[in-house]
């Protein structure tokens, strides 16, 4: 076989790489292969509400299956609007203001290659959802970083104050906050669309679990006085309807906004998943009852796997929403996150995530992993079952003698 490796992009690609953008594909193979239980990417294993399966099969009979409207089918945009109106006061023009695309990762992409130069800086709260470091590198934008410390999570806002420079384009937040599972409070919040106002910057605003808030109040960046048009509020069906492989997303902006991110979605994907987008227009008009159902269930999920996890004497972080919480490995004698994720699925038969993956720096958060809890009851009894026989292990994997 010829060897056109040097034909690679090494800056962008190595950059990529760099990042650890296949830690979650490595992680669910892993879990393939050694029939682990899979705790590691996000994603849950049972189906969502029967109506919204229902209405894509019902969409793909129909024959909804060419290519959808550029921006999205106009009944999801409405539909996108009228749950912006219903949950938060939010009022967008659904022709203008909103755009649908392949899921928030197309979103996200697409929003840092419409407003980023090269060059130009996009500051983040770190840990960072890993495609947000890809994406500023495909725009050839640079990452600053303002690092949430554990064991509170909350935003340092003279850290964020400090990496804004006059190079930056972008306020790239996340709330609830994967993989802190931390939901920001209305007064980080402000602090910083202060700072966004000040320094006439954009907030980008990743909203994916927004009805996955269990302790705390979400609140949209765009509600906060001055910043609906300052706002790129991103979300997505995934995580709320438990769908997370049909990757319909959204954008809501003011038109010029929407126009631009818009246009740069044509050329990444055109349009996307037709037979979907009528579907989540059926769940987005489900009873707000249904929706608080499904939020419960996942944190009854959250509370097995916290109080499970802290009565087998691991060192657990609290998480407020999302599908993840985080334990301190460094009490079982761990230093390295990644090596321990390596490893566990052969030595218990559960993986997880490195957190350090979501650090460009990881420093003391390089022994935290992080475990979804969107799983049946029965298998995260499981998963606690077997994560629970570590603390009678040492870190080489041999059991401890009794003292
Ligand atoms: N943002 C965050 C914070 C996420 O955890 C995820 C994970 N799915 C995404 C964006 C991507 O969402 P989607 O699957 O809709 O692309
Ligand atoms: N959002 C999910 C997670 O954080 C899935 C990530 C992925 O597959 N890229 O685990």
Known sequence: MEDTSHLVSRHLVARMRGFGTTIFSEMSALAVRTGSINLGQGFPDTD????????????????????????????????????????????????????????????????????????????VLEPTYDSYSASIALAGAVMRPATLHHPDYRVDIDAVRAAVSPRTRLLLVNSPHNPTGRVLDRAELSAIADIAAERDLIVVTDEVYEHLA??????????????????????????????????????CASPALIDAVGTTKQFLTYVNGAPFQHAIVAGLALPEARIEAIRTNLRDRRDQLHNGLMTAGLDVHPCQGTYFLT??????????????CRALAERIGVVGIPSSVFYLDPGPARSLVRFAFCKRPDVVDEAVRRLAALGRHTSSGRVRSPA
């Open 214 to 251: 269990f302790d705390g109040e979400h609140i949209p960046m765009a509600t906060l006085p001055g910043m609906r048009d300052r706002t790129i509020t991103i979300s997505s069906a995934g995580k709320t309807f438990s769908c997370t492989g049909w990757k319909i997303g959204w954008v």
């Open 327 to 340: 334990v301190d490995v460094a009490s079982l004698g761990e230093t390295d996150g990644l090596a321990f």
């Open 48 to 123: 969502g509400p029967a109506e919204v399966l229902d209405a894509a099969v019902e969409a793909i009979r129909a024959g909804y299956n060419q290519y959808p409207p550029g921006r999205g089918i106009p009944t999801l945009r409405q539909a996108i609007a009228d749950h912006q109106h219903r949950y938060y006061g939010l009022s967008y023009d659904p022709d203008r203001e909103v755009l649908v695309t392949a899921g928030a990762t197309e979103a996200i992409a697409a929003t840092i290659l419409a407003l980023c130069e090269t060059g130009d800086e996009v500051v």
